[in-house]
């Protein structure tokens, strides 16, 4: 009767005068202290429930979904025509057997794997796992378009000791970067900062080929602008464009989410300290 909200006069009325008003009075503030502390509980468990749904997918800041920028990516060893691992702007990628594992670092986050339990069958999870294959693809082009153009200029001569031209691994990165630039637009200036001293064919501070021959740095350019016409070129083109068609289906995907002002279900964390 006292959580229904009766007063003592009330209680008393209906269950007659044989209980002493006192004692009456007592049990009802104790029924009503007790009733608070389950009201208190219950709010807090619910601001701790909301508290809990908007730090987790607030983990969904962390998804990389910029434009893919290959100016922005990092291989580790530098310089290495055989990297093993490249660094992008939350993501990571290892050669394994053969292909790429990639890695998100927001899966790291225990809230991503709360998500995942809140919602394993939402489509944000499918659209990652599509751009894993794209991004594998991609690297794969850009190694091959780098180990075609290494191997073009090889041949363009004059030879070296051990029967190519030598090129220089710092200046064909250098060369690298500047062609993959030029495929964040799909453009390509075919003119590289070139330029040639007695001590050999620098692309801007770096060095190419050790040889100072000046018939060099026409063939240099000539065999860097045909590079467009290539397959390794073509290749690296499409595949960078599956990764931004990737990333703005993620992209999408992760907006919806964000969304959400509820999740459903439960995750360990809700059922560890579920009442």
């Known amino acids: 009767m006292a959580r229904s909200g009766m007063s003592i006069a009330e209680i008393r009325s209906e269950i007659g005068q044989i209980h002493d008003y006192r004692t009456i009075e007592r049990g009802v503030a104790e029924i009503r202290k007790q009733q608070a502390r389950e009201e208190a509980r219950e709010q ?10 908007s730090a987790t997918i607030e983990v969904l800041d962390e998804v990389p979904i910029d434009r893919f920028d290959w100016t922005k990516v990092r291989q580790h060893p ?3 025509l055989d990297s093993r691992t490249y660094l992008g702007e939350g993501w990571s990628a290892k050669r394994q ?3 790429w ?25 499918k659209s990652l796992d599509a751009l894993r294959p794209a991004l594998d693809r991609a690297i794969t082009a850009r190694m091959n378009m780098l180990l075609f153009l290494r191997d073009a200029l090889d041949r363009i001569g004059p030879i ?3 029967g190519a031209l030598e090129v220089e691994a710092s200046g064909l990165h250098r060369i690298e970067q500047q062609l993959l630039a030029n495929v964040l637009n799909d453009e390509y200036q075919p003119e590289p900062d070139l ?23 026409d063939r240099v350019r000539n ?3 045909s590079l467009r016409g290539t397959e390794e070129w073509k290749t690296l083109l499409s595949a ?10 993620l992209k999408k995907e992760r907006d919806v989410l964000s969304l959400v002002t509820m999740l459903p279900g439960e995750c360990s964390l809700c059922e560890r300290y579920s009442v």
Do not use: C, M
Not at 103 to 125: A, V
Not at 201 to 211: A, F, Q, S, T
Not at 240 to 249: G, Q, R
């Open 44 to 53: 807090a468990l619910k601001e701790g429930l909301r508290d809990h749904w």
């Open 78 to 80: 530098a310089f290495d």
């Open 97 to 99: 057997s053969g292909s």
């Open 101 to 125: 594992k990639i890695e998100f670092g927001f899966e790291e986050k225990t809230q991503t794997n709360l998500l995942r339990e809140h919602l394993p069958k939402d489509q944000f999870w």
């Open 160 to 162: 070296g000791e051990n």
């Open 195 to 217: 330029k040639v001293d007695p001590r050999g064919v620098w692309i801007e501070d770096y060095l190419l080929i050790p040889n100072g021959d000046r018939s060099l740095l």
């Open 223 to 225: 065999t860097i602008a």
């Open 240 to 249: 960078n464009s599956e990764v931004n068609k990737a990333l703005e289906d």
